[in-house]
């Protein structure tokens, strides 16, 4: 099943979806949080009728299983060069996911060039450690995206955490599919959590709100990608992300603020 | 007018509460985002019984003016120990802000620490620059807070960028009002622009989406902040934020999406 398939969202009235959470998305059986919010983001940029979400908030409120749910509209400003939305996807028993948006159209987008960075250093895809999907860990969600981590930081696996909370590799989906924007959305939040790689006993660290912003249309083939943590205090950290594409043009940025479990 | 009472809101119905934009608190006759943020932001943490705005974003549909305005809160989840909330900032005739938080109490706040950063460095308060209102520029809502620019980012107001598109100095309130995590949300948007040290022929840049997160409550005195822009590409530009407190602790983190425009 493909990413735009596993995404589709099919509109009964205005401002009203329905859509499918599918199966093999999940981690340890709960879908993941970008592929949740890439189902809100297809919703709100038909609503808006805009092609492409500029900025996606999300604030995750329960965990996704496989199966029915809506998703449900409101927009706040249509027209124009910008539209902003808000967008509560649930199921008939709870809602899992409220998200704010401003949409609007990226081929236009023009302006002066100012770039105080460089697209980080990790080696050719080839020479990256691919992660494929198991029933457990790596978990099934990685059977739909297709990652290549940094070797530095993929010792996690084998339980040698590089003591540096960050993540480094590439991202395409499988079978080479378009990436589209809202693919994009779903790619900053589709690696391991920079927290494997800290040296501290913290497994997992469930996201509170994650934070998307689209620069440009991703072109063809792997996108460089890096997630750093530089702040776990009083309970919370923020995870940071980059994605590049293959012409060395930074493509989207994104935060999002998770929750650190007490030991 | 004290920040507190400038910001305060009026419960009429759940969910349904009253404010006035006040006077002196505008940038060329346009209320500060950081202010109008603020004062959504006591309203969902009013609804939701949290009293900290863990994580907040707002996306800016149009100018306030000085006035009375309405806001509408749909509260999400609530109970545990996170809450969530949208919220629509409104005057009679049009919608000035949408809004999106998780709220919580960060006086139990809690967890392992690790910090890979170091506070940003910045000559004393008495060695800066300060920013005294004035009717045009500096704008009245100078005259609300209370800011010191680093000598090095505060050449602009003479006609001299930096060329480094960076803001960093020093923040309180008047009058050394406390500052509540409330204030903080302004603070992430109180300093001039990152853009006015460009190199650009860019003057204005209308923020989009901003989303500050609260990561612990303020200290007394005064707060350092820094704010850095790394990518103007497309029509946008990101400005990320810090803001440290007197102990050298890290108390918020801000990121926003601005458009700018065509030359």
């Known amino acids: 099943m493909t990413f735009h398939s596993a ?22 059986g709960n879908a993941n949080g970008g592929y949740l919010l890439a189902i809100v983001a297809r919703a709100v940029t038909e609503a808006t009728g805009k092609p492409d979400p500029l900025t996606i908030t999300g604030h995750y409120l329960a965990p996704g299983q496989p199966g029915p749910v809506t998703i ?17 996807l649930a199921t008939p028993e709870r809602k899992l ?14 302006g002066p060039e100012r770039v105080d960075s460089v697209p980080p250093p990790i080696p050719e895809p080839d020479d990256c450690i691919p992660i494929n999907p198991t029933s457990g860990f790596p978990p099934p969600f990685m059977g739909r995206v297709e990652l290549r981590i940094h070797p530095d930081d993929a010792g996690f696996a084998q339980g040698k955490k590089s003591g540096e909370p960050r993540m ?28 494997f790689n800290a040296d501290l006993p913290v497994a997992w660290t469930p996201t509170i709100e994650l934070t998307a912003h689209v620069r440009a249309r991703p072109t063809t083939g792997w996108l460089r990608c890096a997630f750093a943590t530089r702040f776990i205090t009083g309970g919370y950290l923020e ?25």
Chains 1, 2 share one sequence.
């Open 7 to 28: 995404t589709a969202v099919e509109q009964l009235a205005p401002g009203h979806f329905r859509a499918t959470i599918n199966e093999g998305w999940d981690i340890a």
């Open 72 to 88: 449900d509209v409101d927009v706040h400003r249509s027209g124009g060069r910008h539209s902003m939305a808000t967008a509560v």
């Open 97 to 110: 996911l409220v998200a704010a948006a401003t949409t609007t159209d990226l081929s236009t987008a023009d």
């Open 168 to 195: 480094r590799g590439w991202f395409r989906l499988r079978d080479d599919e378009p990436i589209d924007t809202h693919a994009l959305v779903t790619a900053t939040d589709a690696f391991p959590p920079t927290i």
């Open 239 to 263: 995870a940071d992300g980059e994605i590049w594409n293959a012409e060395g043009h930074l493509i989207a940025q994104s935060r999002q603020l998770a929750l650190v479990p007490r030991a």
